[in-house]
């Protein structure tokens, strides 16, 4: 856009004012037309949006760098007992911890942007054992895998066990006896929660969280009437129950 203008407006009025003949002096004013009518808003959001795919580009291309400096440790973990999610993943040097992760529900679990060198990794969840591998070669660029042969056992230390025995009115033990094990709730209703039959010498065996709770073994005869007996856990032990059946009566 060109704005033009002069001062004064005229000779006339200039002569009038002045009573002296004045040169005209004109003006100009230059605007580029791309700005008119809001286009200095979309050139500083162009702008804008240069900047942001610029400053990606950067980002990316520092990340990719970084990664082919780098490495990783990936793999998966199994558990005797419960869900393989959650397993707190350590990656150390010596003593000290470098990283951290966690495993997904499958089990699985990647820790990236490792310097290269050898690390140890430990793996910790509630009521399993530690498991620990050593002397473990990470390279830069690359990823190295562990596999699925991460397997924790349950940490007897950290579980409560309710073992019992079966037996008949001839204080026999009793195999191949269906047993029940139910959680009473704070309302006092019973909620199955495991299943299993006595062994050939009429015992059977459960693994518990050690959290404060109260439940129901109940035995279950193929003949006779069920015999229960209702067990409280306060803490990691073993508890014990005895349970004695009774044939029909007719």
């Given at each position: 856009?060109?704005?033009?203008?002069?001062?004064?407006?005229?000779?006339?009025?200039?002569?009038?004012?002045?009573?002296?003949?004045?040169?005209?002096?004109?003006?100009?004013?230059?605007?580029?037309?791309?700005?008119?009518?809001?286009?200095?808003?979309?050139?500083?959001?162009?702008?804008?949006?240069?900047?942001?795919?610029?400053?990606?580009?950067l980002l990316a291309a520092g990340?990719?760098?970084?990664?082919?400096?780098?490495?990783?440790?990936?793999?998966?973990?199994?558990?005797?007992?419960?869900?393989?999610?959650?397993?707190?993943?350590?990656?150390?040097?010596?003593?000290?911890?470098?990283?951290?992760?966690?495993?997904?529900?499958?089990?699985?679990?990647?820790?990236?942007?490792?310097?290269?060198?050898?690390?140890?990794?430990?793996?910790?969840?509630?009521?399993?054992?530690?498991?620990?591998?050593?002397?473990?070669?990470?390279?830069?660029?690359?990823?190295?895998?562990?596999?699925?042969?991460?397997?924790?056992?349950?940490?007897?230390?950290?579980?409560?066990?309710?073992?019992?025995?079966?037996?008949?009115?001839?204080?026999?033990?009793?195999?191949?006896?269906?047993?029940?094990?139910?959680?009473?709730?704070?309302?006092?209703?019973?909620?199955?929660?495991?299943?299993?039959?006595?062994?050939?010498?009429?015992?059977?065996?459960?693994?518990?969280?050690?959290?404060?709770?109260?439940?129901?073994?109940?035995?279950?005869?193929?003949?006779?009437?069920?015999?229960?007996?209702?067990?409280?856990?306060?803490?990691?032990?073993?508890?014990?129950?005895?349970?004695?059946?009774?044939?029909?009566?007719?």
């Open positions: 856009m060109l704005t033009v203008g002069s001062w004064p407006r005229g000779k006339a009025a200039a002569r009038q004012a002045t009573g002296k003949e004045l040169l005209s002096i004109t003006y100009y004013t230059l605007v580029p037309s791309s700005l008119r009518d809001g286009g200095i808003i979309k050139e500083m959001k162009h702008i804008k949006s240069v900047f942001m795919l610029v400053s990606l580009i990340a990719w760098a970084q990664d082919r400096a780098t490495g990783g440790i990936k793999g998966k973990v199994r558990v005797e007992t419960g869900t393989p999610s959650g397993v707190s993943v350590i990656v150390r040097q010596g003593e000290q911890e470098v990283a951290r992760g966690v495993t997904n529900k499958n089990g699985e679990f990647v820790i990236s942007r490792l310097a290269p060198g050898r690390y140890g990794v430990t793996l910790r969840k509630p009521g399993l054992s530690v498991g620990s591998i050593e002397d473990i070669e990470v390279k830069a660029g690359k990823t190295r895998s562990l596999g699925d042969r991460l397997v924790l056992s349950i940490d007897e230390g950290s579980i409560a066990f309710i073992r019992g025995s079966v037996f008949n009115q001839n204080d026999r033990s009793v195999p191949n006896i269906r047993i029940e094990l139910a959680k009473i709730e704070d309302d006092g209703t019973a909620r199955k929660i495991d299943g299993r039959v006595t062994n050939e010498i009429g015992a059977f065996v459960f693994r518990l969280s050690p959290d404060a709770a109260k439940y129901r073994i109940t035995a279950k005869p193929n003949s006779g009437e069920p015999v229960s007996k209702d067990v409280e856990i306060d803490g990691a032990a073993v508890y014990r129950v005895a349970l004695s059946i009774r044939p029909p009566t007719n």
